[in-house]
Each structure stands twice: as C-alpha cells, then as structure tokens.
C-alpha cells in the first residue's frame, strides 16, 4: 500500500531512539536502519528516493549513538561514518543531503574527548590527539567547501544569477567556543607534558580567529581549560606557565576585548 510507507522522517524518529536507549547493542541497530534507509532509498537510475533517503540529521543520530558508548571503538566507529559522510559531499554523492554539519564534527570530537577503555580508564593522549585530528579535519573541510562555494558563486556571476545573500554552508561549518573547549579539556584529561603547549596553540588559534572578526571567541572555561592542562601536565615549568595564562586572562578581561572572558 503506497499509502502505507515508512519516510526518511520515521527511520530517523526511529533511530534516534536508539541513539537515547541503554540497550547494550543501541549503536549497532541506528547504524543497520542507516544502511537499510540507503539501500531502500536507492532507485534504478542510481539515484536517490529523497523521500525515503537519509539526511544530515539522520546520519547525525548514528553518530551520537555511537558516541553514546563512550569507548574508543565506539569513537573510531563514528569516525569511519563522518568520513563517509565528507566523501558524499565533496566527491558528488547520490544523496547531497548526506554531508557533514558542525553538529556532526563536534559529536566525533566529543566521542574522542570522552572516550575510555574497558575498564574505564581515560585514554589521555591519544584520545586528545585524535579530538585535535578532527578539529583541523572540520577547519580543512571547511576552507574546502568554501572553494566549492566561490567556484559556483563565480559560475553564478557569469551568467548573472548570483545573489548577495545566497546560502552559505561552509559558514555552517565553522567550530564553536565549545568544540575548541572539549578539544582543549581532551588535553587537560591526557595529564601529557605537552598538554599545555598543545592547549596554548588552540587558544591562540581562537583569539586570532577572534581578533579577524570570527564568531568564536575564548571564554572564561578556555582559560581555566588551559590553565588546567599546564598544571596537571607534570611538565617541570607547569606552574609558572599556568599563572602566565592567569595574567593573561586577567588583562584580556580587564581590557573587556569584546566580551572575550564571560
């Protein structure tokens, strides 16, 4: 009965649920639904049914499923569904609607962040390391999709359909206060000597972000993230680098830059 048919909108009510239920096997059964969507979706011609075929916030609920689970397995696996979802998207995939949302960076970012081992043990290093990896993964795909976005905003103008106000989806894309947040507390978790550099340079990166005009600015839970990562590096000068972040936060709020420290 054609009256009678799941749509793209009941898989994904459904595996969402599963990305919220305790059952042990939650992240395998949103992941099967996900493949089982695609391939019901998929027409002769090669082609897409888009009423039935999965989108962004589809594949966004397999993420958190996964991310859910909190072991590095867990993390990778989510990884692996986050590439996909970049390949479709930039390689001219059947379903354009299966590309990659700031939502989705950040919820494998978390999955790092958070990840632990079986006997639940935070994986310090690594799991920093990879939550880094993903970041500048998010930044690179970002400055790709806004070459895409020029190249048919040109194509646009020269046949004199362009318009100021198109939509952009590279400006979707760009991370947060809090993504840079996890990615800096992911370094605080690892306890590694070179937390602290590694958390200075992401603080960096967000005050010049900041500073070029950005929707992103550190706040005060950047600044204790960072002060954080040098005290509980073990790194011989940790104290004297964590009162040096100390002063700076307190100029950057005595100088009220915009509402930098909040």
């Known amino acids: 009965d054609k009256d009678v048919r799941p749509t793209v ?16 096997d939650s992240a395998e059964k949103a992941e099967e639904l996900l493949f ?9 011609d090669g082609s897409m049914d888009q009423d039935i075929a999965p989108t962004a916030i589809t ?15 867990a993390a990778g696996r989510a990884e692996q569904i986050l590439e996909r979802m970049e390949y479709l998207r930039t390689n001219g995939g059947v379903n354009v609607n299966i590309q990659p949302t700031a939502y989705s960076f950040a919820t494998v970012i978390s999955a790092w962040a958070k990840a632990r081992f079986g006997k639940g043990e935070v ?32 194509q646009e103008q020269e046949q004199e359909q362009g318009s100021e106000d198109s939509y952009s989806y590279a400006k ?41 005009g950005g929707n992103i600015a550190p706040d005060t839970i950047t600044y204790n993230s960072v002060i954080n990562c040098h005290a509980t590096s073990g790194h011989m000068n940790g104290a004297k680098a964590a009162e040096r972040i100390l002063v700076k936060m307190e100029k950057a709020a005595k100088a009220n830059q915009d509402g930098i420290v909040e």
């Not at 909108?9 to 042990?24: L, Q």
Request: overall charge negative.
């Open 123 to 154: 994986t310090g290093k690594v799991n920093a390391e990879r939550a880094q990896y993903i970041l500048n993964r998010m930044n690179d795909f970002r400055k790709q999709i806004e070459k895409i976005e020029a190249k048919e905003r040109d």
């Open 9 to 24: 909108i009941t898989y994904t009510e459904v595996i969402d649920a599963y990305a919220k239920s305790s059952r042990r």
């Open 36 to 44: 089982i969507m695609m391939k019901e979706a998929e027409l002769e």
């Open 59 to 73: 594949c966004d609920a397999v993420l958190n499923a996964w991310a859910r689970r909190g072991t590095v397995e």
């Open 172 to 212: 979707e894309l760009e991370p947060d206060s809090v993504v840079y947040n996890t990615v800096i507390d992911a370094w605080a978790r690892s306890k590694d000597p070179i937390a602290g550099t590694r958390a200075e340079e992401l603080l960096f990166e967000m005050e010049e972000l900041h500073r070029l």
